[in-house]
């Protein structure tokens, strides 16, 4: 039977928590804040070595990235960019000492604010930043270097900051081929690697350019593109290149690899949203969180909340609500915050901004609350260490 720790990564606006349900995923016990109060935009773990990583900061803080290899005991940071506070550190010895400043160099100067995605695989650790640059790590994110081939491609100038300016927030590594990689950047749209890194391919078409017919959204699709705030992506796993994304203006399915996609938002109570998530064996079985609208709240429909799931790859939903909120339900799930686990079956768990956690050890069919009172959630991730008995 399986067996091994189940361990819920929470990143917040006030640090990083781990919510441990250990192996019968019950008793959920929260520790944290970790990583100094920091703004923590997403937090990953490698099951392999149980080495975790929490990526964030902002203004005042700068970029960097945490690690802990010892179950969140102790954290390092890797700070890649300057904040305010350096400044009013350099200029004021009592604030300095008060916050035992050092004035250390860091690698990007300002040439970022925040650490807003990572993503890990086959010994390298990637970062997406705010502005959007990818970044990587050859030694668990000790030194990072730029990846120029996508920060400086031919499209970049064209890219056009969302509302929460212009962030790499999704990335996508394919575990079986370390030269395949994809990328979400809103509002420029997916991008997609096939050497390594070396060249990328901007992925936006639609299948079928009738289906942006009648929208009027400036982010719905139009001109054979599905439209570049895309919100979230992930690839089904043991598929090859199937790829499922909420973007701003719907839920849609790619069966190669990014190279065009299907809208499969019919059947939904809305076309926006932020996260999506995938079965993890089973690439048919999905769920999203639809929202009622990007300027009418961002929150569950009637104000009820659900989860919706497929079991057929998009054809079809169905609303999950028992154990959810059924009235008076105002929360906004955001793009990076829901994720698995490994089991069977599959647990999903997702976080609010009003600072709940909620899981579901039956695949969508009941729900219950893990965790509240925490500060707002920016990123749900889980660290599944499974074993044999």
Same mark, same amino acid.
């Given at each position: 039977?399986?067996?091994?720790?189940?361990?819920?990564l929470v990143g917040t606006t006030k640090g990083a928590f781990l919510l441990s349900g250990g192996d019968g995923r019950q008793g959920w016990a929260v520790r944290g804040p970790f990583c100094g109060g920091w703004p923590i935009n997403h937090v990953i773990g490698d099951a392999s070595t149980g080495t975790l990583w929490a990526g964030g900061g902002g203004e005042w803080h700068g970029a960097g990235v945490w690690c802990s290899k010892d179950d969140g005991e102790t954290w390092h940071l890797t700070k890649l960019t300057k904040g305010s506070m350096d400044e009013w550190a350099a200029n004021d010895p009592d604030f300095a000492a008060m916050i035992d400043w050092k004035d250390e160099p860091?690698?990007?100067?300002?040439?970022?604010?925040?650490?807003?995605?990572?993503?890990?695989?086959?010994?390298?650790?990637?970062?997406?930043?705010?502005?959007?640059?990818?970044?990587? #790590?050859?030694? +668990?994110?000790?030194?990072?270097?730029?990846?120029?081939?996508?920060?400086?491609?031919?499209?970049?100038?064209?890219?056009?900051?969302?509302?929460?300016?212009?962030?790499?927030?999704?990335?996508?590594?394919?575990?079986?081929?370390?030269?395949?990689?994809?990328?979400?950047?809103? *509002?420029?749209?997916?991008?997609?690697?096939?050497?390594?890194?070396?060249?990328?391919?901007?992925?936006?078409?639609?299948?079928? *350019?009738?289906?942006?017919?009648?929208?009027?959204?400036?982010?719905?699709?139009?001109?054979?593109?599905?439209?570049?705030?895309?919100?979230?992506?992930?690839?089904?796993? +043991? #598929?090859?290149?199937?790829?499922?994304? !909420?973007?701003?203006?719907?839920?849609?399915?790619?069966?190669?690899?990014?190279? #065009?996609?299907?809208?499969?938002?019919?059947?939904?109570?809305?076309?926006?949203?932020?996260?999506?998530?995938?079965?993890?064996?089973?690439?048919?079985?999905?769920?999203?969180?639809?929202?009622?609208?990007?300027?009418?709240?961002?929150?569950?429909?009637?104000?009820?909340?659900?989860?919706?799931? #497929?079991?057929?790859?998009?054809?079809?939903?169905?609303?999950?609500?028992?154990?959810?909120?059924?009235?008076?339900?105002?929360?906004?799930?955001?793009?990076?915050?829901?994720?698995?686990? !490994?089991?069977?079956?599959?647990?999903?768990?997702?976080?609010?901004?009003?600072?709940?956690?909620?899981?579901?050890?039956?695949?969508?069919?009941?729900?219950?609350?893990?965790?509240?009172?925490?500060?707002?959630?920016?990123?749900?991730?889980?660290?599944?260490?499974?074993?044999?008995?």
């Amino acid at each position: 039977m399986t067996t091994g720790s189940v361990t819920v990564l929470v990143g917040t606006t006030k640090g990083a928590f781990l919510l441990s349900g250990g192996d019968g995923r019950q008793g959920w016990a929260v520790r944290g804040p970790f990583c100094g109060g920091w703004p923590i935009n997403h937090v990953i773990g490698d099951a392999s070595t149980g080495t975790l990583w929490a990526g964030g900061g902002g203004e005042w803080h700068g970029a960097g990235v945490w690690c802990s290899k010892d179950d969140g005991e102790t954290w390092h940071l890797t700070k890649l960019t300057k904040g305010s506070m350096d400044e009013w550190a350099a200029n004021d010895p009592d604030f300095a000492a008060m916050i035992d400043w050092k004035d250390e160099p860091v690698p990007f100067g300002d040439d970022f604010s925040q650490i807003w995605s990572l993503g890990h695989a086959h010994g390298t650790l990637y970062a997406g930043t705010k502005p959007a640059n990818l970044l990587k #790590s050859t030694d +668990a994110g000790k030194t990072w270097e730029h990846v120029r081939s996508l920060n400086e491609h031919p499209s970049a100038e064209s890219w056009t900051p969302g509302a929460a300016g212009l962030v790499l927030h999704t990335i996508v590594c394919d575990p079986k081929k370390p030269e395949k990689m994809w990328i979400g950047i809103s *509002a420029a749209g997916v991008f997609a690697t096939e050497d390594g890194g070396k060249s990328w391919e901007r992925r936006n078409r639609l299948s079928n *350019a009738e289906a942006c017919e009648g929208h009027d959204h400036p982010a719905a699709p139009r001109d054979g593109e599905i439209g570049h705030c895309v919100h979230n992506m992930m690839l089904a796993p +043991a #598929s090859g290149d199937l790829l499922y994304q !909420q973007n701003h203006h719907g839920v849609w399915r790619s069966a190669d690899g990014g190279r #065009s996609w299907d809208d499969i938002t019919q059947g939904l109570p809305s076309t926006f949203g932020f996260p999506v998530c995938v079965h993890p064996r089973d690439p048919d079985t999905l769920w999203t969180l639809p929202l009622n609208g990007d300027s009418t709240g961002r929150y569950p429909p009637d104000g009820a909340a659900a989860v919706w799931r #497929s079991r057929d790859g998009g054809k079809t939903w169905q609303d999950m609500r028992v154990g959810l909120p059924q009235e008076a339900c105002f929360f906004t799930v955001l793009r990076q915050a829901m994720a698995r686990d !490994q089991r069977g079956p599959a647990g999903v768990y997702f976080g609010t901004n009003s600072g709940s956690v909620f899981a579901s050890l039956d695949e969508g069919e009941s729900w219950q609350e893990i965790a509240r009172h925490l500060p707002t959630i920016l990123s749900v991730e889980v660290l599944d260490r499974q074993g044999t008995a």
